[in-house]
């Protein structure tokens, strides 16, 4: 079993889509975790930490479940300027830091 | 927004030839880290830096790479002897609190050529 896995992709979606990313991790010591984008040739930015709250920013809403070990990203609204790869980023006793493979994004008009 | 910062942008080299690669992480942040990603494929974690010493470090690492932060600011990596296979994007990171909240920001990556 990988120790990131996500949604292979690609999604492809009209603008205004609901978009949800999923992925999951198999170290039960992770402590934290993320979701960044990563655009063509470019390094990957922070959209969110994601924490066991569940936690919102405009259109992008993470959620973490610590006992299925399981992250989600969701992007409402979808605009063009989403359309980039999704990172799902894990993070093993603040030492590690795991990618996933990361899930491609379209946005079309 | 905090930035890492990272030199050169490129870096051309022969095989077998040693290349130092440079990074200024953010100034509060206390954990740092290089990552490599080979064209089209998965970001890769090399090596983390806590407390002045490698706390963690993947299979990738080996005797060819070294680390070192040898004035406070400045955060590198070293790869002794080049190989073809070395070719790659590699990233800085730093990791600590900001406004509050973990986070973890990328440099934008110097781009590696092994001939």
């Known amino acids: 079993r990988k120790e990131v896995e996500q949604d292979p992709g690609p999604f492809n979606v009209p603008e205004g889509a609901t978009v949800a990313f999923n992925c999951t991790y198999s170290n039960s010591a992770s402590q934290s975790f993320f979701w960044y984008r990563q655009d063509c040739r470019k390094e990957p930015k922070l959209l969110m930490s994601?924490?066991?709250s569940g936690n919102e920013d405009g259109r992008f809403t993470a959620q973490l479940n610590r006992a299925s070990q399981y992250i989600s990203l969701l992007i409402r609204d979808s605009k063009l300027s989403d359309s980039a790869t999704y990172l799902c980023v894990v993070n093993v006793l603040g030492f590690k830091t795991i990618f996933g493979a990361g899930t491609r994004l379209f946005v079309k008009a | 927004e905090p930035e890492v910062t990272q030199t050169p942008s490129h870096q051309v080299t022969q095989m077998g030839q040693e290349v130092i690669l440079r990074c200024v992480p953010i100034?509060?942040?206390?954990?740092f880290y290089w990552y490599r990603q080979i064209l089209g494929q998965k970001v890769e974690f090399l090596v983390s830096f806590y407390n002045n010493e490698i706390s963690e470090k993947s299979e990738i690492f080996d005797d060819q790479f070294s680390v070192e932060r040898p004035d406070g600011s400045n955060f590198t990596l070293k790869i002794r002897s080049t190989k073809l296979e070395d070719s790659a994007m590699y990233f800085c990171?730093?990791?600590?609190?900001?406004?509050?909240?973990?986070?973890?920001?990328f440099g934008p990556g110097t781009r590696l050529l092994v001939l």
């Open positions: 100034s509060n942040h206390l954990y």
């Open positions: 990171a730093s990791r600590g609190l900001t406004s509050g909240r973990e986070t973890q920001y």
């Open positions: 994601v924490y066991s």
